[in-house]
């Protein structure tokens, strides 16, 4: 397992957020990133989660009384699936950037075709 300080994964994470072109981060509503120790134990293994309504499925009654979508970022899952902090570094960002994908519609399948599954 990587050594990384929760201010250094957490710094990680806002540098993927920031390394997301302005014109796209514009168009992320009503979401908001969170970062957790683990994954849900049913999946240990898993990086990150999108947990709410994608832009292509919200209705015109969405948003009404509606929570923020949520993205999660597992930090202990990553840090025992990288090698270094290098690796940490980029696989927080593909995460990232698969789950706020995830918010506008793209699937898991079309990801992996794109290389960010």
Do not use: K, Q
Not at 5 to 33: G, Q, R, Y
Not at 48 to 56: F, W
């Amino acid at each position: 397992m990587v050594e990384m300080t929760s201010e250094a994964f957490e710094e990680a994470v806002d540098d993927a957020i920031d390394s997301i072109p302005e014109e796209l981060l514009a168009l992320v509503d009503n979401v908001v990133i969170l970062i957790e120790e683990e994954a849900p134990e049913n999946e240990p293994d898993l990086l990150g989660l999108y947990d709410g309504v994608a832009l292509t499925d919200r209705g015109s009654e969405w948003g009404l009384g509606d929570l923020p979508d949520r993205i999660f970022i597992y930090r202990n899952p990553t840090l025992r699936f990288c090698e270094d902090t290098d690796h940490v570094r980029e696989e927080v960002a593909v995460t990232v950037v698969h789950e706020i994908a995830h918010h506008f519609g793209i699937d898991d399948e079309r990801l992996h075709e794109l290389g960010w599954g």
